[in-house]
């Protein structure tokens, strides 16, 4: 299963950006789908994340600021990101949760997470 995220690019402080993140393939169950992001020198950290029955968790840096909110298709995820500041540069990828699917042969694929490729994000001050 592959995540495609897009919607990333650069904004003045103050300013918004929507990412999306869709699926190569729709016929994958997973148990919540979110968004981390990753700045220079510094770990992945985890932004935002929704679960199936739509519990959200966010990241304290962004509460108030950010929305995830799953899409009407199938294992699609958005994230409303408002009141953007210059540290809130980052790429940011999109993940999914205790992935399952099925190859042709039926034969089952677990992982842990599926991850996109990311999305850049530049917030000028």
């Known amino acids: 299963v592959q995540l495609q995220a897009s919607g990333g690019g650069l904004v003045q402080a103050g300013g918004s950006l929507r990412l999306s993140c869709a699926a190569s393939?729709?016929?994958?169950?997973?148990?919540?789908m979110g968004w981390y992001r990753q700045a220079p020198g510094k770990e992945r950290e985890l932004v935002a994340k929704i679960t199936n029955d739509g519990r959200t968790n966010y990241d304290d840096s962004v509460k108030g600021r950010f929305t995830i909110s799953r899409g009407n298709a199938k294992n699609t995820v958005f994230l409303q990101m408002n009141s953007l500041k210059p540290e809130d540069t980052a790429v940011y990828y999109c993940?999914?949760?205790?992935?399952?699917?099925?190859?042709?042969?039926?034969?089952?694929?677990?992982?842990?997470?599926?991850w996109g490729q990311g999305t850049l994000v530049t917030v000028s001050s």
């Open positions: 993940n999914a949760e205790n992935v399952l699917y099925y190859l042709e042969d039926s034969t089952p694929v677990a992982a842990r997470y599926a």
């Open positions: 393939r729709g016929d994958f169950s997973c148990n919540a």
